[in-house]
């Protein structure tokens, strides 16, 4: 059974930062670009941000200038620097790749 665990979540005051963690299995981190998604209560799950086996990035236009995906092919570890947090930024956060997906780490943004 492949295993994403996240990590890192947390209660933070608005302006605060997070950063979270996924492990991924090596034969799943290597081969294949990346994501982060969340679900905030009352929503549906979207996506947050993702990254390419190369590096390359994208945002979605709520995170851009705030949030930072990034990945540790040699850790097989996948990152999101969360800065300037938001209320509105308070959800599970999912790590994600071909179909497969973490447990969930929970953020919650509150003063």
């Known amino acids: 059974q492949v295993q994403l665990v996240e990590s890192g979540g947390g209660l933070v005051q608005p302006g605060g930062s997070l950063r979270l963690s996924c492990a991924a299995p090596?034969?799943?981190?290597?081969?294949?670009?990346m994501g982060w998604y969340r679900r905030a209560p009352g929503k549906e799950r979207e996506l947050v941000a993702s990254?390419?086996?190369?590096?390359?990035?994208n945002y979605a236009d709520s995170v851009k200038g705030r949030f930072t995906i990034s990945r540790d092919n040699a850790r097989n570890r996948l990152y999101l620097q969360m800065n300037s947090l938001k209320t509105e930024d308070t959800a599970v956060y999912y790590c994600?790749?071909?179909?497969?997906w973490g447990q969930g780490t929970q953020v919650t943004v509150s003063s």
């Open positions: 090596g034969n799943i981190f290597r081969f294949n670009a």
């Open positions: 990254i390419s086996i190369n590096g390359n990035t």
């Open positions: 994600t790749s071909v179909g497969f």
